[in-house]
């Protein structure tokens, strides 16, 4: 009654006040009906049940498990609360229970049925279940160790440089599935890694390409792609003589040249660059004209780049002993 008396005394208001009032009223009074009608009948509902496989410790499913099945379920429409309210629990399928002897670990449509049974409210009837089967080839031979090639395209900034060689975690990894795949199998591929214009050392988790009929362990290795900022310098390097016969010395003026290059900056402090500058006694013997002789870049660091000399030639003596 007092219900009733405050919504009387509401309606009393303004005609918009009474308009509205009235408008919840009467959905709520709907809502009532249809939860009663609802809940006390059946409803169907599609579930997502995880999936996993107990494996023992010598096992490899060569493919994929589903990470859920999707299930329908008929149920009152009151119990579909605890659906809604808690988490469906795992379905864990023992190994053991479904490897058949040709390999393959396999669960038929009735199987997974009754393996669901008691993973859904007792009351419920399974409509359907998605995938209707599950069938996997397994191996139970030992892994073959197989090297893993990186297919990596790096390119550092114009002032930038690769200083050192791609470094991985690990050079080789497992390859598991039977007698035939495995001889066929004789090193594993990442995926293809690509950066541009980089200015800091690249670290990155690359995923091995998938093998046909194979799994491989682990999925992915780490890889290091040392970079350096390069910095400009210069030097004096003494110059060599090559190819000077017994008893004839070269006398060069003058005997060293300066040197300008880029170099990466942790060698910025290194007291010898390991430039090396040289001439060519045979390009004088073979009639070299005036008295100037080539003076031609010898050893080169990798790291080094656009190494210039202050002279392109000097000029030269040649003492007979």
């Known amino acids: 009654m007092k219900l009733w008396d405050n919504i009387q005394g509401r309606l009393k208001q303004s005609p918009r006040t009474r308009s509205i009032l009235l408008y919840l009223f009467f959905v709520v009074i709907s809502a009532m009906f249809w939860s009663f009608l609802t809940f006390n009948r059946d409803v169907q509902l599609d579930m997502e049940v995880p999936v996993e496989v107990s494996l023992p410790s010598n096992v490899h499913l060569l493919a994929k498990v589903p990470d859920t099945l999707t299930v329908t379920v008929r149920d009152r429409g009151y119990r579909f609360f605890s659906y809604l309210f808690h988490k469906t629990p795992k379905l864990t399928l023992r190994f053991t229970d479904y490897s058949d002897g040709n390999s393959v670990f396999k669960v038929d449509q009735s199987h997974l049925r009754k393996a669901l049974a008691p993973v859904i409210n007792k009351n419920a009837t399974i409509i359907s279940v998605l995938p209707e ?147 060519d006694y045979n390009s004088v013997a073979n009639g070299t004209p005036g008295n100037k002789v080539k003076v031609m870049i010898g050893e080169v660091p990798a790291a080094y780049q656009d190494v210039v000399f202050s002279h392109d030639s000097v000029e030269y003596v040649i003492e007979k002993h």
Do not use: C
């Open 133 to 279: 089967s599950i069938n996997i080839k397994f191996t139970d031979l030992p892994g073959k160790k197989v090297p893993v090639k990186t297919d990596i395209l790096v390119e550092p900034r114009e002032d930038y440089t690769l200083y050192g060689a791609l470094i991985q975690n690990q050079d080789s990894v497992l390859v598991f599935s039977d007698a035939k795949t495995l001889s066929q199998i004789n090193e594993v591929y990442t995926y293809h890694v690509e950066e541009h214009d980089l200015t800091d050392t690249l670290w990155r988790k690359v995923t091995i390409a998938p093998i046909n009929g194979a799994v491989v362990e682990p999925r992915s290795i780490d890889i290091m792609v040392p970079i350096e900022k390069l910095k400009s310098q210069t030097r004096s390097v003494k110059i060599a003589v090559r190819n000077a016969p017994p008893g004839v010395k070269m006398l060069l003026f003058p005997s060293d040249v300066e040197v300008s290059f880029r170099s990466p900056v942790s060698r910025i402090n290194d007291d010898d660059a390991g430039i090396t500058a040289v001439v």
